[in-house]
């Protein structure tokens, strides 16, 4: 598991084109009601379907704005002998892959321009503990966005397993 994408995989006893009807069907329900409980938690309403020349793309709908670049599934739905399988990737949108490596490159830059810019008569060893405490300081923020960052990656990636896993099963 990396920290941009989480690798999916589901098989099924159905054929690729029931499995691909019934992810329609799925993606086209809105609301609560349409939602699997991981979903709901990790605020969904619905899916949007791209069906793609080379596989397919599930983008979350959700119930607030302040995610406008969502974290989606990419993959495909591959035939097998005894059914299909569905498989893929949870990515990161590229907006949250900018902001990591912002964050690192902060987090890594910040103390040693601190370090070798202190500013005018500033002893070595002060010097040394601004630095330090700006290394500290920044540390922690990184920690915390990187966890936000695993958090989007990992509630989506419950969400796609559930609805993949709803598209996939048979129906009683």
């Given amino acids: ?13 159905l054929s690729p084109a029931a499995v691909l009807s019934r992810l329609r ?8 009601a349409a939602t699997a409980p991981a979903a709901r938690a990790a605020g969904i309403f619905g899916w949007t379907l791209s069906e793609l020349p080379d596989g397919i793309c599930l983008t979350p ?14 993959g495909s739905v591959q035939a097998l002998p005894s059914g299909c399988s569905v498989s ?22 910040f103390p040693l321009l601190a370090l070798i810019f202190p500013g005018p008569g500033v002893p070595p060893r002060q010097r040394v503990l601004n630095a330090a405490r700006i290394g500290l300081i920044a540390a922690i923020i990184m920690t915390v966005g ?13 969400a796609v397993r559930e609805i993949l896993s709803a598209a996939t099963t048979e129906a009683p």
């Avoid at 598991?1 to 995989?9: A, F, P, R, V």
């Avoid at 893929?88 to 830059?109: C, K, M, N, P």
């Avoid at 966890?147 to 989007?152: E, G, N, P, T």
């Fill in 1 to 13: 598991m990396g920290l941009h994408n989480e690798s999916i995989s589901v098989s099924s006893r």
């Fill in 25 to 32: 069907q799925l993606a086209s329900q809105r609301g609560r």
């Fill in 61 to 74: 709908r959700l119930f607030s704005t302040e995610n406008l670049c969502p974290t989606r599934f990419v």
């Fill in 88 to 109: 893929g990737e949870v990515r990161a949108h590229w907006l949250s892959r900018v902001f990591t490596a912002v964050l690192i490159g902060g987090a890594v830059l």
């Fill in 146 to 158: 990187l966890l936000m960052v695993r958090y989007a990656l990992r509630s989506v990636a419950a």
